[in-house]
């Protein structure tokens, strides 16, 4: 699909950009955080959100690269609305802090683009003992959003507009376990595999997505909540893997998305009008796409639900 460019039902194909699937749309009056803003696709989504004049709040770990890269986009865009806040997903108590800090603020909020992820390292436990891919890629984005989420039902009655939850998957979520979430060894060295854990933080992406989605209808709220793949793309995801980085640096520019393609999943998702009412869908190419059958288990998405509630309680 992305070396021929077929288009989708949507009209968009693997080679749109960021800026194409929003093209012509008006996003002033709009709030959205985006986690992980300060480099990849994260920074692109940023840059394209802001300016369709949506005000992007940028949640980065490494304030200083956020704030350079707010500059940037700056100087391209003059009268962006941008800010920068600091959040390390794989720290709960960040979390909070940046969860408090935003409430705070009062600062209304539309658009919640669960961006920031990390792929592959070796076995290394999060500042509160969990595996660091479980912690970063989905705990710490179902603890923000459950934390905000109050925020965003009072935003969408308030001003009458749907709010949206993006979280950013992958196709690697099917190279997750057999059994989807290893639930009893989340954080077992001696069977850890970094592709398999990953694979397991990404299907835990989409299933947070697809319960919460469930959950917002079941209370009327007028929050949609989705999933998506943005596409094999060269970013610093691959840093941990040298070799690999190396070969796809090489090769990337052929056969793989670049970052203003890369983005363009998560920018329609968050932005376009087609996505109106949509919610409990994966999508790749800026199009609904089929995920794997463990991804679409119910009683999973449940259990994982339960399983996050216990990890995130502050006790």
């Known amino acids: 699909m992305w070396l021929l460019g077929f288009k989708g039902p949507s009209g968009f194909s693997a080679r749109s950009t960021a800026e194409e699937v929003t093209q012509g749309i008006d996003g002033s009056g709009l709030t959205a955080i985006v986690t992980g803003a300060s480099s990849g696709i994260g920074a692109e ?149 970094s592709l398999s854990a990953y694979g397991q933080s990404k299907l835990a992406n989409i299933l947070h997505a697809n319960e919460l989605a469930r959950r917002l209808k079941e209370e009327g709220v007028n929050i949609t909540a989705n999933s998506l793949h943005p596409g094999a793309i060269p970013t610093n995801l691959i840093r941990y893997h040298p070799i690999v980085e190396g070969v796809t640096t090489w090769i990337g520019k052929f056969v793989m998305k670049n970052i203003q393609q890369g983005a363009a999943t998560q920018c329609y998702v968050a932005l376009h009008p087609q996505v109106q009412g949509v919610s409990g869908e994966y999508f790749s190419d800026s199009n609904i796409a089929k995920p794997s059958a463990l991804a679409k288990d119910a009683e999973l998405a449940k259990k994982l639900w339960e399983f996050s509630l216990s990890l995130t309680d502050p006790k």
């Open 45 to 193: 989504t940023a840059r394209v959100l802001a300016l369709r004049g949506v005000h992007v709040i940028m949640a980065v770990r490494n304030v200083e690269s956020g704030r350079n890269v707010k500059e940037t986009i700056m100087k391209e865009i003059p009268n962006a609305k941008l800010d920068v806040l600091e959040l390390d997903l794989s720290s709960l108590a960040s979390i909070r802090k940046f969860a408090s800090n935003y409430d705070s603020v009062g600062l209304p909020l539309n658009i919640l683009v669960n961006n920031a992820g990390v792929m592959a390292p070796p076995f290394t436990l999060s500042q509160d003992g969990i595996e660091l891919q479980f912690a970063t890629n989905h705990l710490g984005h179902f603890l923000l959003t459950n934390l905000l989420l109050d925020n965003m039902k009072n935003t969408a009655r308030d001003c009458n507009r749907e709010g949206r939850i993006v979280n950013v998957s992958s196709d690697g979520h099917r190279y997750a376990p057999r059994e989807g979430i290893r639930f009893d060894k989340i954080n077992d060295e001696s069977s850890y595999s």
